[in-house]
Antibody
C-alpha cells in the first residue's frame, strides 16, 4: 500500500512561490506516477501536473504551464511541486496523488493535502 | 479543452439506488474513473477503468460508460455514502475532472 505524506500548511504573499513536498513509500517508481491536484475552498478537484509514463514526460494543465514545476528526490523518496507567481486565486488545498502505469488506472493513493493560503 | 459535466446535486433515500452521471464528448471512447470525497478528507478512488472497483470498495458501487455518458450507480445507498463524487477522464494528454456532484442521503 502506497503512503503519501505531505508537508504542512503554508501562507504566502502574492507574487511569491510555494514548494510543497510529498514523501512516498511502499512502491517502486516504475509502477506508479505522481500527480498534483488542487481544490479551492468549496470548489471541485483540479488536476495541475503529473508524469505521463507513455511519453516519459511531465504533462501540464494548460493554465499552469510555465508556472508549476515538479521534481523528485529519489534518495529521500520525496516529490515536490512548486507553484510560482502566486495570486489569491491559488489559495487551495494541494494534493499529491499516484496512479498505476496502465490504461484506465485511477489516482488510487492520495496525500492528506497541504493548505496554501495566498494573502497580502 | 475537454469538459466533463455532472449534476451539482443528487438526493436519494436510504436503501434506494443513486445514479450520478458524467457527460462529455465521446466519453464512451475513454476510460472513466470515479472518486468519493467526504468533508475534510482526501478523495478516494471508487471506480477505475469505467467499471472496476479497487480492493475494499463495497460492491454497491458500480460504473458504466457508453456514448457520451458515464454513470456511477450506488445500490442500496447508505447514510455513510453521503459525499461529493467526481468523475475523471484522460483527454489530449491531460487529466480532466468533472465539476462534482453532492450526494445527499435523506
Amino acid at each position: 500500500q502506497v503512503q503519501l505524506v505531505q508537508s504542512g500548511a503554508e501562507v504566502k504573499k502574492p507574487g511569491a512561490s510555494v514548494k510543497v513536498s510529498c514523501k512516498f513509500s511502499g512502491y517502486t517508481l516504475i509502477e506508479l506516477s505522481m500527480h498534483w491536484v488542487r481544490q479551492a475552498p468549496g470548489k471541485g478537484l483540479e488536476w495541475m501536473v503529473g508524469f505521463d509514463p507513455e511519453d516519459d514526460d511531465t504533462i501540464y494543465a494548460q493554465k499552469f504551464r510555465g508556472r508549476v514545476t515538479i521534481t523528485e528526490d529519489t534518495s529521500t523518496y520525496t516529490s515536490y511541486m512548486e507553484l510560482s507567481s502566486l495570486r489569491s486565486e491559488d489559495t487551495a488545498m494541494y494534493f499529491c496523488a499516484m496512479r498505476g502505469n496502465y490504461k484506465g488506472a485511477g489516482f488510487d493513493s492520495w496525500g492528506q493535502g497541504t493548505l496554501v493560503t495566498v494573502s497580502s | 479543452s475537454y469538459d466533463l459535466t455532472q449534476p451539482p446535486s443528487v438526493s436519494v433515500s436510504p436503501g434506494q439506488t443513486a445514479t450520478i452521471t458524467c457527460s462529455g464528448d465521446k466519453l464512451g471512447n475513454k476510460y472513466v474513473c470515479w472518486y468519493q470525497q467526504k468533508p475534510g478528507q482526501s478523495p478516494v478512488l471508487i471506480i477505475f477503468q469505467d467499471n472496476k472497483r479497487p480492493s475494499g470498495i463495497p460492491e454497491r458501487f458500480s460504473g458504466s460508460n457508453s456514448g457520451n455518458t458515464a454513470t456511477l450507480t450506488i445500490s442500496g445507498t447508505q447514510a455513510v455514502d453521503e459525499a461529493d463524487y467526481y468523475c475523471q477522464a484522460w483527454d489530449s494528454s491531460t487529466w480532466v475532472f468533472g465539476g462534482g456532484t453532492k450526494l445527499t442521503v435523506l
